[in-house]
C-alpha cells in the first residue's frame, strides 16, 4: 500500500516471533490488547475486525507475512483456516525459492554462455595466429624435399621428415584445440586410445628436450584405453615436461613409462625428478 509504520507496529521480538513460526490469531481487533493502536488505527481504514497471519519463511529467514482479513464481524479463526493459511504460506515459501533458484540458475547459463563464447573466439584467433606460420613451415619443408632432397644426406632428409611430421602433429592439435574451444555443457564421447603411439609422437614432440637433458626413457607395453584423446596427449605431454624439467642436478633423469596389473590394467608413469612443491602446480595439469 506504499505507507511506512513506525516500529511499534512490528517490533523487532516480533520478527523473531515469526521467524519461529509463529502464527498469529486475532479474534477481535478493537477487543486485543495486544494490538498496538497504530496497527488498530491502520487496519480501521479497512474496517478489519478480525485478521490471522501466517508467515513466509525462506532459507530459515522471515520473507514476509501471508495475512487474512475478516471486514464483516469479529471471527474465531479455526484450526483448519489456521493450517490452510499455513500450508499456504509454505507453498509461497517453496515457490519464491524456485523462483530464486531459477534467476540463479538463469544468471549462471548467461555467464557460462558468454564465457563461452569469448573462448571460442580466442581458440578460432588462435589457431588462425598458429597455423599461419605452420603453413610456411610445411611449405618450405616440402620445397626443401622437393629441390635439394636428393642433394641431402640421408640424415638431413630425415631431418626434413620429422620437421614435416611435427608440423602435421602440431596442426592437428591445433585443430583439436579449436574443436575442444566448442565444447559447453555437453561431454565428448571417450574412443579408444593407443597410449603406445601417443606416447610415442609426444616424445617426439620432446625430442629436442630429450636430447639437451640426456634423459633416459624405458616405455614399456601400453594398453588402448576408452578416453579424450586431446585430454591423454596433454597428460603424458606435461608429465614428461615437468619430469624434463625438474630433474636433480648432476643426475642422469631417468623416466619410465608402462602399465601394470592392479585390477584391470593401469599406466604408470615413474621418474627420479625432484618433483614440484603442490603451490607450484599450475592449472595445465588440470583436465
Known amino acids: 500500500l506504499g505507507q511506512n509504520f513506525p516500529e511499534e507496529v512490528f517490533p523487532e521480538n516480533y520478527r523473531q516471533l515469526y521467524c519461529q513460526?509463529?502464527?498469529?490469531?486475532?479474534?477481535?481487533?478493537?477487543?486485543?490488547?495486544?494490538?498496538?493502536?497504530?496497527l488498530v488505527e491502520f487496519v480501521q481504514q479497512f474496517n478489519v475486525k478480525a485478521k490471522l497471519v501466517v508467515p513466509i519463511i525462506i532459507k530459515e529467514q522471515l520473507w514476509g507475512?501471508?495475512?487474512?482479513?475478516?471486514?464483516t464481524s469479529p471471527r474465531n479463526w479455526s484450526d483448519f483456516e489456521t493450517e490452510l493459511l499455513r500450508q499456504l504460506a509454505d507453498q509461497i515459501g517453496i515457490a519464491l525459492t524456485q523462483a530464486q533458484l531459477l534467476e540463479q540458475e538463469t544468471r549462471y547459463s548467461q555467464e557460462l554462455?558468454?564465457?563461452?563464447?569469448?573462448?571460442?573466439q580466442f581458440a578460432s584467433i588462435a589457431s588462425h595466429d598458429l597455423q599461419e606460420p605452420l603453413r610456411k613451415i610445411q611449405a618450405f619443408g616440402d620445397r626443401l624435399q622437393q629441390k635439394y632432397g636428393e642433394a641431402l644426406?640421408?640424415?638431413?632428409?630425415?631431418?626434413?621428415?620429422?620437421?614435416?611430421?611435427?608440423?602435421?602433429?602440431?596442426?592437428?592439435?591445433?585443430?583439436?584445440?579449436?574443436?575442444?574451444?566448442?565444447?559447453?555443457t555437453r561431454a565428448q564421447p571417450l574412443v579408444p586410445v593407443n597410449l603406445g603411439e601417443v606416447t610415442k609422437e609426444v616424445l617426439s614432440d620432446l625430442e629436442v628436450a630429450i636430447q639437451q637433458t640426456g634423459v633416459c626413457i624405458e616405455v614399456g607395453e601400453l594398453p588402448t584405453i576408452d578416453a579424450d584423446p586431446l585430454q591423454i596427449r596433454q597428460l603424458l605431454q606435461n608429465l614428461i615436461g615437468n619430469a624434463l624439467?625438474?630433474?636433480?642436478?648432476?643426475?642422469?633423469?631417468?623416466?619410465?613409462?608402462?602399465?601394470?596389473?592392479?585390477?584391470?590394467?593401469?599406466?604408470?608413469?615413474?621418474?627420479?625428478?625432484v618433483g614440484i612443491n603442490l603451490c607450484q602446480i599450475t592449472p595445465h595439469l588440470s583436465l
Request: aromatic content about 6%; proline content about 2%; hydrophobic content about 35%.
Open 21 to 38: 513460526g509463529r502464527i498469529c490469531r486475532i479474534a477481535d481487533v478493537d477487543k486485543e490488547e495486544k494490538v498496538s493502536a497504530c
Open 65 to 71: 507475512l501471508l495475512i487474512a482479513h475478516q471486514s
Open 113 to 120: 554462455a558468454r564465457s563461452n563464447a569469448e573462448l571460442q
Open 153 to 184: 644426406s640421408a640424415q638431413g632428409r630425415d631431418y626434413i621428415e620429422r620437421m614435416q611430421n611435427a608440423a602435421q602433429r602440431m596442426r592437428i592439435l591445433i585443430d583439436d584445440l579449436l574443436v575442444f574451444s566448442r565444447i559447453t
Open 245 to 273: 624439467k625438474f630433474h636433480r642436478e648432476n643426475e642422469r633423469p631417468y623416466i619410465k613409462i608402462y602399465s601394470q596389473i592392479v585390477g584391470d590394467r593401469e599406466p604408470e608413469l615413474t621418474d627420479n625428478s
